[in-house]
């Protein structure tokens, strides 16, 4: 779900839509060197944008409420924050299942309760079905970054990476 701002109007409209969804969505090796659609270009500008309020609603998952602030610190240059993270992990989760595969992926707050000082058993936070996921992602928190730790089944491992600084 989106912010809808009556300052920003929809550039994009259908096209857009059905380019973003889940199930539309592939790995490729050209999108490496996307060039967003102008409408998109305005959106991310309007987003980013620092002259505008800080804790504007800019998008409502089902997981959490992310603000320009947010996407601040996946765009500006700026250490990420967990709640973009947590939204960026629910995205893919959503466009992995659109292919049929399973996959779990750790909450990116709940990782770090599993070091010290709180030292948490990591088997508890995992989903009763764990065993039956395709895919299980582990995001770890070391100084500087996350890395992904990942976990496949057997028919799955060819498809991601094992590890991968984020």
């Known amino acids: 779900k989106v912010s809808t701002d009556a300052t920003f109007p929809d550039l994009c409209g259908p096209p857009c839509e059905a380019l973003t969804k889940p ?9 490496w060197c996307f060039v967003p659609h102008p409408g998109q270009q305005q959106l991310l500008n309007y987003v980013l944008d620092i002259s505008r309020p800080k804790d504007e609603l800019i998008v409502e998952t089902s997981s959490g409420c992310l603000t ?10 700026k250490q990420m924050e967990s709640t973009i993270g947590n939204g960026c992990f629910e995205l893919i989760t959503k466009i992995v299942q659109s292919k049929g595969i399973s996959i779990y992926i750790e909450n990116l707050y ?4 599993w070091l010290a000082p709180y030292g948490c058993d ?6 009763t079905d764990a065993q039956r996921m395709h895919i299980i992602v582990l995001p770890l928190w070391t100084p500087g ?7 496949c089944s ?13």
Do not use: M, Y
């Not at 199930?23 to 999108?31: G, V």
């Not at 320009?68 to 240059?77: P, V």
């Not at 970054?145 to 976990?151: K, M």
């Open 122 to 127: 990591p088997l508890q936070s995992f989903p």
């Open 154 to 166: 057997e028919d799955h491992s060819r498809a991601v990476v094992r590890k991968k600084e984020l």
């Open 68 to 77: 320009r602030a947010d996407f601040w610190t996946l765009g500006l240059n």
């Open 23 to 31: 199930e539309n969505i592939l790995a490729s090796r050209s999108l």
């Open 110 to 113: 709940v990782t770090r309760t």
């Open 145 to 151: 970054h996350f890395q992904l730790c990942v976990s």
